[in-house]
Structures are given as structure tokens and as C-alpha cells.
T-cell receptor, first 110, second 114 residues
Framework: GDSVTQMEGPVTLSEEAFLTINCTYTATGYPSLFWYVQYPGEGLQLLLKATKADDKGSNKGFEATYRKETTSFHLEKGSVQVSDSAVYFCALWGDYKLSFGAGTTVTVRA | GAGVSQSPSNKVTEKGKDVELRCDPISGHTALYWYRQSLGQGLEFLIYFQGNSAPDKSGLPSDRFSAERTGGSVSTLTIQRTQQEDSAVYLC????????????FGPGTRLLVL
């Protein structure tokens, strides 16, 4: 079945550092891919998505590119802020449901 | 507009009791999903509704779990004879019929079974 594997956390960074969270997937066909974010005390929010190969999703300074050849959808941000501290989930859409990775906790220190 | 709402926000119950969790989707969203977020298991799909029917119940972990949806709107997830391993955050999401993959999540119900 469909599955998502993402980088284990936790990740601790200083403000203005570069952030990468790796995500790879296993699926039949070419599923839509997503990054969701859960800020402390809040619900799950869609951060960005890509629906086909080579698409780049972007939002709030975050980017991720759908790489079919490596079945990956790595999340990147060039300069993180304290407000980016959250849990990040990679997900794919298949069989009428979202399959999520385990989540990566990111803490950004001032 | 209003987002997905869930109630209660927190529920503490004793092992063996039944609980009901409620989800109110965004108006006009015909698809509704239940997920569970627990330590060690991550985010797991439970069940999916299109209108009032549930084409996919494959994620329900046991026959103690059931869900219904009435009027194409509110959904209730029922857990009978709760066990400690049922402790988790139960998340509901809804989506528009043309973009089912773009789901909007509620704040969740945090269930603790003592």
C-alpha cells in the first residue's frame, strides 16, 4: 500500500538557519503530495502541495518539489524563524485518503 | 467562514465506557474523514464518508469503533468499551467534492482513557 517516510526528528535550529526535512513515498501511480504543519496547540494546516511531477509547491517561504525519479518531496526553507517551530507532516493522496509520515518536530531558537 | 469544528475538545473516560465524538464539517463539503493521531502510530486514517455513505471503513481498528453521518453534515465517531490504547487525538477533516485531496482539519478531540 501507499506509504510515506520522513526524516526523524526532533530538529533544532537557530533563527535564520536553512531547514530541510526529507520525505520519500511509495505509491502506485503518481499521487498528489502535501506538507501539513501543526503549530503548538493548534490543528493540522495545509502548508503546500504538488499534484504532478516537477511541480513546486510553496507557501510562507517553504518550498517542496515533486521528484518522480527519486519519489521524494523534501521540504525546504532558506531562513527559519522562531514562529516556524512546529511539527511537519509529509502526506500523499491515494485511495481516497491521506497517508501521513510520522511527523518531524522542528524547534527554532532565537 | 467557519472551519471544521469538533466536540468535545477533551474527553477523559474510564476504561470500558462508551464515548461519542462529534465533527461538524465546513458547509458544502461533501467528503468527511476521521483520522487518529497517537504516540507511536502517527496519523492514521480511520474512515471516509461521501455524503452519508462510508465507502471506506478500512481504517477502523476494531469492531468497537463505528461512525455515522446524517444529513450529509455532522458525523459521530463512537468508541464502545474504550481501552487505554484508544487514547489519542481524533481528527476530523472535510473537503469539497471536486478537490477531495485538499482537506481541512478540525482542532481534534483529545481522548484519554484511564
Amino acid at each position: 500500500g501507499d506509504s510515506v517516510t520522513q526524516m526523524e526528528g526532533p530538529v533544532t535550529l537557530s533563527e535564520e538557519a536553512f531547514l530541510t526535512i526529507n520525505c520519500t513515498y511509495t505509491a502506485t501511480g503518481y499521487p498528489s503530495l502535501f506538507w501539513y504543519v501543526q503549530y503548538p496547540g493548534e490543528g493540522l494546516q495545509l502548508l503546500l502541495k504538488a499534484t504532478k511531477a516537477d511541480d513546486k509547491g510553496s507557501n510562507k517561504g517553504f518550498e517542496a518539489t515533486y521528484r518522480k525519479e527519486t519519489t521524494s518531496f523534501h521540504l525546504e526553507k532558506g531562513s527559519v524563524q522562531v514562529s516556524d517551530s512546529a511539527v511537519y507532516f509529509c502526506a500523499l493522496w491515494g485511495d481516497y485518503k491521506l497517508s501521513f509520515g510520522a511527523g518531524t518536530t522542528v524547534t527554532v531558537r532565537a | 467562514g467557519a472551519g471544521v469544528s469538533q466536540s468535545p475538545s477533551n474527553k477523559v473516560t474510564e476504561k470500558g465506557k462508551d464515548v461519542e465524538l462529534r465533527c461538524d464539517p465546513i458547509s458544502g463539503h461533501t467528503a468527511l474523514y476521521w483520522y487518529r493521531q497517537s504516540l507511536g502510530q502517527g496519523l492514521e486514517f480511520l474512515i471516509y464518508f461521501q455524503g452519508n455513505s462510508a465507502p471506506d471503513k478500512s481504517g477502523l481498528p476494531s469492531d468497537r469503533f463505528s461512525a455515522e453521518r446524517t444529513g450529509g453534515s455532522v458525523s459521530t465517531l463512537t468508541i464502545q468499551r474504550t481501552q487505554q490504547e484508544d487514547s489519542a487525538v481524533y481528527l476530523c477533516a472535510s473537503s469539497l467534492p471536486r478537490t477531495p485531496e485538499t482537506q481541512y482539519f478540525g482542532p481534534g478531540t483529545r481522548l484519554l482513557v484511564l
